[in-house]
């Protein structure tokens, strides 16, 4: 009896050693692969072309491990932008060469009264050459961040370009303040002579007077300065919104923001940078007795006449035709 | 010549932050700036990971594609640097950069953001090896020591791995073998356009 309890219990030994083997095979063969479940970056990448996460320093910005697509906005910013920006400007410049050397300036045809209207208050040549100043210094400051590195800098060195590019970086930083306060008290103090209408649609058939001699009638301002006008308001709108985005990073939008910011920054200046030239080319060297009106805020009466009638009769009407008197004849303040 | 990569092996980052304040104290880091950080992706939940990032030092960089006064260079290392005397602060590296390396101390209002500042795979800046102005510009400059950066150094997990990019690669493959799981080495396809076969 005793030897055979000492049997049952090496065979339950037995039985309990091979059930603890038996047990235990499966479960190394089922081992837990920890990768199983685990995020993948790939297929974070594909979701959402970024990978974001939790992080336990104070600065949760940091968050987002990898965002790709600055990739794209690489591409942008070093060869898309470099040809619209390059197309824009050099193609209107060589159009406006050609026009000019085609068409000359605009004379005055019954030439010169010698009397002289008011056109731009001291008020309103002051908001046009404080936006004017700040622009040209925003578009050159703006220019040279993207096309100073392949023009300019291998012109004048590493440290030299440097110190000029910082100096720029502040004067656009500080300058887009004035030039934002201009483009908003331009948008309300020539908002009334601006909306589009008839008369626009007309003036535009017949070429605007530039092509040929004709001079369609037009109110205060014409469909091309209505044009401009726009393209100050909603181009300087724009510029200055993307631009405070980008000057306060974080603030709005993150870095996906800012790229798109930076994209819709660049190609709306370089187009403004473009139309601008025409503007300037109009009211220096493009029209005889044009740039008067900026200057010293008033234009020959025969100007007025042939470029902007309706506005000039309805001056007329409101002060009294003859009050408009002689004055002393007005010279282009250079 | 060696090619510097950093590869952080998520299967063994216990998001411990040492790598973080090893490489702040090391370079003594402005206060905000944080060269290197740990991000935990799907915390608290199953399969979540931790990954070690700072500047990948990318094949190629983005940072120095775009910099406006072209103030980046690559080591012989393939080390990816910046001089600060050249850095206008523009910010351009900082929307190209996939992995959010580069970041700016606030001095002053309205953007003016300051000298960029990122990590340097410690080996400081243009300045002479170990000068006083390089470490106080860019930290320490371990690589001239014949050292590798402190944070792969001294990871606790040996997780964060840094060297030459064959070579850390070898060695995770090794593991990744030996272990038979790899989450894939986080940010290579990015960086380097290639991933770790395992």
Redesign the interface.
Known sequence: MAFFGKYLRLVLGACAFLLVIAMSTPSGAQ?V??????????Q??QELNR???????P?Q???????????D??EF??VTLRWIGGIAILGTLAVLVIFYLSRGMVRLESGRSGRSIVRFTAFERFVHWMTATCFIILAISGL???F??PLL?PLIG??A??EW??WA??AH??LSFPFTIGVVLIFLMWIAGNIPNKVDVDWLKRGGGLVGHDHPPAYRFNAGQKAIYWIVVIGGGAVAATGYE????FYLSG?EG??LA?IVHSVVAVLFVAAMLGHIYIGTIGMEGAFEAMGSGTVDINWAKEHHRLWLEEENARTGANDARPQPAATAAE | MARMKFLCD??RCI?C?AC?TACKNEHEVPW?I?RR???????GK??????S?ACMHCTDA?CA???????FYTTADGVVLHSK????????C???????APQYPKVGN???RGKMDKCTYCAGGPEADGSKEEYEKYGANRLAEGKLPLCAEMCSTKSLLAGDGEIIAQIYKERVTKR?????A??W??AYRETIES
Do not use: H
């Not at chain 1, 980008?246 to 990073?249: G, I």
């Not at chain 2, 950080?37 to 915390?43: E, F, L, S």
């Open positions: 081992q692969n920890p990768t199983a479940s685990s995020v993948k970056e790939q974070l990448l990978v974001q996460g939790r992080v336990s320093i600065d910005r940091s968050g987002v491990l990898e965002q790709p697509a600055g990739r906005w690489r910013r070093n040279n961040i993207t100073g590195r800098l590493f440290e370009f440097s590019s910082q970086k502040y930083n500080y980008l000057m306060f990073p870095i800012m790229q930076e | 998520a299967d998001e932050n973080v905000g944080n950080r740990v991000v935990t992706i799907n915390d199953p399969g979540e990971r931790s990954i990032m983005p594609a775009v910099c406006p006064v072209n103030c005397d050249l850095c206008i602060g523009c910010g351009y900082f929307y190209a950069c996939p992995f959010g309205f953007g003016s038979g799981y790899g989450s894939g986080w940010g396809k990015t």
